[in-house]
């Protein structure tokens, strides 16, 4: 039972342009969301993250949309550069002290020029 | 600043073999979880250690076990290594009560069972 969702597996955006990245959960226990993006060989790198109290958390380029009705987060990155190819995934928890992670099947992006 | 260390990054072992894989956590930190990243997956979590203890595990089997030593370092040993057990595992650290921004992840351990 996949409780969190990344249904599409890749994305290919243009330099300068803005990467919409979607995730959806079906868990309603969740209420704390990260994104994480990772390259090749690395870990993952934590980006950015939000409360379910929250509906849009921004960190400069990267900006953090969350919608509780639809059970759906969204991941804009503005403008888009060619290090941003990686892939990202999305990840939820129940609170914010917690033990695990729940992550998505991940959507590679890549940003050409 | 040293970030979370594991060791060996690549390993080869025969089906119904042990292995045993070691994650030394980010300077500070004190809680370790282990998760498990099949080809084209996200990563599961396994188990987290705090304290010495497991305080919590996800849905894997006994086959999977772990330890946490007095300075805070991790060992994942997995038994009866099965081929469905080839996956990157990636050590978790982070530091009590903190909160989930400050898990900072290794490059994980690419494990293949033949």
């Known amino acids: ?113 | 600043d040293a970030g979370v260390t594991q060791s060996p990054t690549h390993l080869i072992k025969t089906r119904g073999q042990q292995v045993t894989l070691r994650c030394s956590p980010k300077s500070g930190h004190d809680t370790v979880s282990w998760y498990q990243q099949a080809l084209g997956q996200g990563p599961q979590f396994i188990f987290q250690y705090y304290e010495e203890e497991e305080r919590q595990r996800g849905n894997f089997p006994d086959r999977f076990s772990g330890h946490q030593f007095p300075n805070y370092s991790s060992e994942l040993n997995v038994n009866a290594l099965l081929l469905g057990d080839s996956a990157l595992y990636l050590c978790a650290s982070s530091l009590a009560w903190q909160g989930m921004d400050g898990y900072t992840f290794g490059s994980g351990t690419r494990l293949t069972v033949v």
């Not at chain 1, 870990?43 to 109290?53: K, V």
């Not at chain 1, 969350?66 to 990686?86: C, W």
């Not at chain 1, 990840?91 to 940003?111: P, W």
């Open chain 1, 1 to 113: 039972d996949q409780q969190v969702k990344q249904n599409s597996p890749s994305l290919s955006v243009q330099e300068g342009r803005i990467s919409i990245l979607n995730c959806d959960y079906t868990n309603s226990m969740f209420d704390y969301f990260l994104w994480y993006k990772k390259y090749p060989a690395e870990g993952p790198t934590f980006l950015i993250s939000i409360s379910s109290i929250k509906d849009k958390n921004e960190d400069g380029r990267f900006t953090v949309f969350l919608n509780k009705s639809a059970k759906h987060l969204s991941l804009h990155i503005v403008p888009s550069q060619p290090g941003d190819s990686a892939v990202y995934f999305c990840a939820a928890s129940e609170g914010y002290n917690t033990d695990k992670l729940i992550f998505g099947t991940g959507t590679r992006l890549q940003v050409f020029p």
